[in-house]
């Protein structure tokens, strides 16, 4: 339940939702002045409400199974990855997808795709030999990981640390390019 909760307000709405974060506020866009940045940090705060609503029921059913366990102090800054990895993947997707409306009805299916080859339901242990590699090079599986492993009141693996760290690096150069060169363009776009 953990990694789910992960999926489902940090890694999954960015590939389901985020297509359509410009492109549903086009109206908004054309007549106001706001920064694209207003739009993007709207979707994640609205994703870390519904999470803290989330956390709430996730702890509620631990005590009902009886198998709490308080949080790890990495809680903290794993929200913070992912909440900065969260806001500059939406922003490169949904610029992207304002240029080229095709691909939000691509995306969900990528994602689809990725929730099954991230280990969410399935212990990552499981694969072994040439299938490790499936878990191991997935940066999603990593980002997962930060936040999975202080719900359940145990310190994320530093190698997890790493990988996360070094995907949240490529995304914001991603974002750092894409955002610099298109942001004048998405008016005109959605």
Known sequence: MAGYLTWIHFIGPTLGEAPELFVSVSGSIRNHAFPFMYYVLRYVTRA???????????????????????????????????????????????IISARYRDLRFMLPYVGQMLFFVTPIFWSPHAMNGKRAIL??????????????????????????????????????????????????KIPFWV
Do not use: D
């Open 48 to 94: 870390l409400i519904l999470l803290g609503h989330s956390l709430v029921v996730f702890y509620i059913m631990t005590l009902c199974v009886r198998n709490f366990h308080f949080p790890n102090w990495q809680i903290i800054p794993a929200l913070v990855v992912l909440t900065l990895f969260t806001t500059f993947l939406s922003t490169v997707v949904g």
């Open 135 to 184: 878990v191991h090079a997935n940066p999603f599986y990593h980002l997962l990981e930060l936040l999975r492993q202080p719900l359940l009141g145990q310190p994320a693996p530093l190698n997890s640390w790493l990988n996360a760290l070094i995907a949240l690096a490529a995304v914001f150069v991603l974002w750092l390019v894409t955002f610099s060169a298109f942001r004048r």
